[in-house]
Nanobody
């Protein structure tokens, strides 16, 4: 059974930083594409950042230059370093894992990030 457990969310002032972590279990971690999505109230869940098994990363335009996704395969953990946070970054952040389009996608329970102005 695949489990994704996020941590590191919280309340921060605009301009501050947070680091989210997502620990995975029940899967061969280094075969997974890992990603972070976020969902603000009244909005659809959107991709924030993605890292594939080879380490190639993709970012949403809104976070490019401010956020960094990384993975530690030895710890089965993916991280999202968020700098220069803005109030519009406020959302529930979800961890995502998937090996391929032919396998199920898995989600964490979400962690709240609130950025005050």
């Amino acid at each position: 059974q695949v489990q994704l457990v996020e941590s590191g969310g919280g309340l921060v002032q605009a301009g501050g930083s947070l680091r989210l972590s997502c620990a995975a279990s029940g899967t061969i971690f280094n075969r997974n594409t890992m990603a972070w999505y976020r969902q603000a109230p009244g909005e659809q869940r959107k991709l924030v950042a993605l890292i594939n098994p080879g380490g190639t990363t993709t970012y949403a335009n809104s976070v490019t230059g401010r956020f960094t996704i990384s993975r530690d395969n030895a710890k089965n953990t993916v991280y999202l370093q968020m700098n220069s946070l803005k109030p519009e970054d406020t959302a529930v952040y979800y961890c995502y894992a998937r090996i391929s389009a032919l396998t199920p996608a898995y989600w964490g329970q979400g962690t709240q990030v609130t950025v005050s102005s």
